[in-house]
């Protein structure tokens, strides 16, 4: 299948790369079906894209890629909820705020995207941890 989205070409993808956000992504709660992608500039990024609204792509990248240390934990209720069996079942991305100044761009490390890739299904968690700030720079010690 294809999607013709407005600002990152048309992505190519098959019915089983839909990942199924029950509740939605916070600020599109409406949008449930999302796909991920490469970005197509830069390989440490990734589009999460909504299947539903073509206008709708959200830049993404690994936590890890950006602090080696980024760790979480996450409650049997939503391991039940996301049906988790092991750590291998699971994908982290978080959120990008882009910018045309390379040392203004942030990471919302405050609110990991979690996708069991076994199971299609995702959720943005806000975590409580106060650690972790909702603009990371993503060049550390430039913002």
Known sequence: MKLNTKYHGTL??????????????????????????????????????????????????????????YEFDLNDDKISELNIKSQNDIIVVNTVRLSSKVENITVNLKAPIIINKNESIGEQLILDNSNYPIKYPLIKGEV
Do not use: R
Not at 32 to 40: G, Q, R, V
Not at 48 to 63: A, M, Q, T
């Open 12 to 69: 190519s993808y098959e019915k089983e790369d839909i990942i199924t956000f029950k509740k939605g992504i916070p600020g599109f709660e409406n949008l449930k079906k999302f796909i991920m992608a490469p970005a197509e500039e830069n390989n440490l990024f990734y589009i999460l894209h909504s299947i539903e609204d073509v206008n709708i792509g959200i830049v993404v990248v690994s936590p890890f890629n950006v602090l080696k240390d």
